[in-house]
């Protein structure tokens, strides 16, 4: 696998603090100017979403900034001053925080998995012409965006919504807290479905929608155009640049090495996306794919999966798998008796986007055992990427290469060559830890070091499709679109 770390007196200054927040934790690290992490200089705390069955999937956003305070305390020494030149965030996306007048919060941070405003879905769905709204703005109507959220908030707390003064991602909250300003990242404001993706400016007719309006959110910057008139309390990063937040999609494009349209990438985290960067503005979108604009000449394209790692963490504390060789079972030849799944364990976004979709096992036989559960849920996984990939084709053609990264391509490696038989692509691992957190570190140093070469992203062995598979899944494919149009309907 090689080494991709660099201990701190071989590091290339400028250095970078970065810091991402996941779904399950907010982690920090210190990198060089050529993109490497600086051994023994990083720092992670856990924490978890707080849900219910009700569809229910907030975070404390104080907790949050109490953890990336404690990062940035630990990892801007002192002996770090006039080191670190720039400081970077990227966070989960969509979120939501609602603040007063002095910024404090009003709500909890909603997350992208909080599908309580499914009933507005649909009738946002019944107002408004869906297909245009995706064209406008780049995302469907659905419960993991704002307007649906905003609107739903509207309805059932009134009076909290109210006494909101502004509508902040978790990333702006965190920065308007830690430095008393704070601006949103193209890429964030894209991921709200409130940004017209053409020009780059908040869209006035899903403004109304949600009942806010323009005053309410930030400026938009483009990843390039870090914040003014900070202040940090730290004196490590008295004179550093600190950097819009950006989405942790883009940030995982960037760390992977995929910087362009020839390279596709899969993350496989808590949960999961198939990606492209593309220039400029694609003119049409298929209907299961968004379409964020990330910068001036820049957009990613892709599609997204709400239960990967979810799905794995089910299995794992719901079924009796003590013992059980998983790599083995993953690795196994497919099997035509394995159960078809629809691993929809918090909703669908991508490619049908029905928020109140919930997993679905059919075909089970007196044979099944949870080994096999195991398979067929993990199949159902690859078989959600496949559905995306499908369409992404249509607008940025066949990629070269599929790369993959995420906690799931790294505890279960074997479930690599599912996932490329079920595409019918190569797929190479991306085996860098934190990939995500080094895209962060890379988008900040575009334009602080520029002319430093970036250390090469470290991959595994490359995952062939299996000769003789294919009708496997394209039978399996067919099974997972007929039980969908049954149960949750067409597309």
């Known amino acids: 696998m090689g080494e991709f770390r660099v201990e701190l007196e071989d590091a290339v200054d400028p250095l970078v603090l970065a810091v991402d927040i996941g779904s399950t934790a907010s982690r920090g ?50 002996d770090l001053a006039g080191r670190i030149a720039g400081v970077a965030l990227d966070t989960f996306a969509s979120s939501l925080v609602g603040v007063d007048r002095d910024g404090r919060p009003l709500t909890p941070c909603y997350t992208y998995a909080d599908s309580r405003c499914a009933d507005q879905v649909t009738a946002l769905r019944a107002e408004l012409d869906e297909s245009d709204v995706q064209q406008r703005t780049g995302t469907r109507l659905h419960s993991s965006y704002l307007p649906a959220r905003l609107r739903w908030l ?5 009076e909290t919504f109210g006494r909101v003064s502004r509508w902040l991602s978790l990333g702006e909250y965190l920065y308007d807290r830690i430095l008393g300003t704070t601006a949103v990242g193209t890429s964030t404001a894209a991921w709200t479905g409130l940004l017209d ?30 914040l003014t008139g900070v202040a940090a309390r730290w004196p490590a990063l008295r004179d550093a640049t600190w950097f819009p937040v950006i989405t942790d999609g883009l940030a995982a494009n960037i760390g992977a090495g995929a910087e362009d349209a020839t390279t596709a990438v899969v993350s496989a985290a808590t949960s999961g ?3 492209v960067l593309v220039a400029d503005v694609p003119d049409q979108l298929p209907s299961g ?16 999966l709400n239960d990967v790692g979810r799905a794995v963490s089910w ?32 909703g669908e976004r991508s490619t049908g986007w029905a928020a109140g979709a919930r997993a679905m096992i059919a075909d089970i036989s007196a044979a099944t055992t949870p080994a096999t559960l195991f398979r067929a ?61 080094h895209g962060t570190a890379l988008v900040a140093l575009a334009p602080l070091a520029p002319d430093v070469p970036r250390a090469p992203v470290l991959t595994g062995p490359t995952s062939t499709p ?11 494919a067919g099974r997972y679109r007929e039980l969908y149009e049954a149960v949750i309907g067409k597309h």
Do not use: N
Request: aromatic fraction near 4%; glycine fraction near 8%.
């Open 29 to 78: 690290g210190i990198y060089d100017a050529s993109g490497r992490p600086v051994h023994r200089l990083g720092h992670k705390v856990p924490h978890a979403f707080t849900t219910h069955a009700d569809g229910t999937s907030v975070v404390d956003p104080d907790a949050v900034l109490a953890e990336v305070e404690e990062i940035l305390t630990i990892l801007a020494r002192r």
């Open 154 to 158: 509207r309805e059932t707390e009134p």
């Open 197 to 226: 993706r053409r020009t780059g400016t908040w869209d006035d007719t899903m403004l109304a929608v949600a009942g806010i309006d323009a005053a309410q959110l930030s400026e938009i910057r483009d990843p390039d155009r870090p």
């Open 273 to 275: 996306a198939i990606r």
């Open 289 to 304: 794919l968004w379409c964020y604009r990330v910068s001036a000449s820049h957009s990613l394209l892709g599609g997204a």
């Open 315 to 346: 299995l794992g504390s719901t079924l009796r798998l003590d013992g059980v060789d998983l790599a083995a079972v993953l690795a196994a030849d497919p099997d035509p008796g394995t159960p078809a799944v629809l691993p929809y364990l918090s």
């Open 377 to 437: 849920t993990m199949e159902g996984v690859a078989l959600s990427y496949a559905r995306v990939a499908e369409e992404l084709r249509e607008v940025a053609g066949p990629p070269r290469r599929i790369l993959a990264g995420g906690r799931v391509t790294q505890d279960h490696p074997a479930w690599l060559q599912v996932l490329a038989d079920a595409i019918g692509a190569p797929v190479v691992p991306v085996t860098i830890k934190r990939s995500t957190l």
């Open 466 to 476: 299996a000769e003789g598979r294919a009708p496997y899944y394209a039978a399996r």
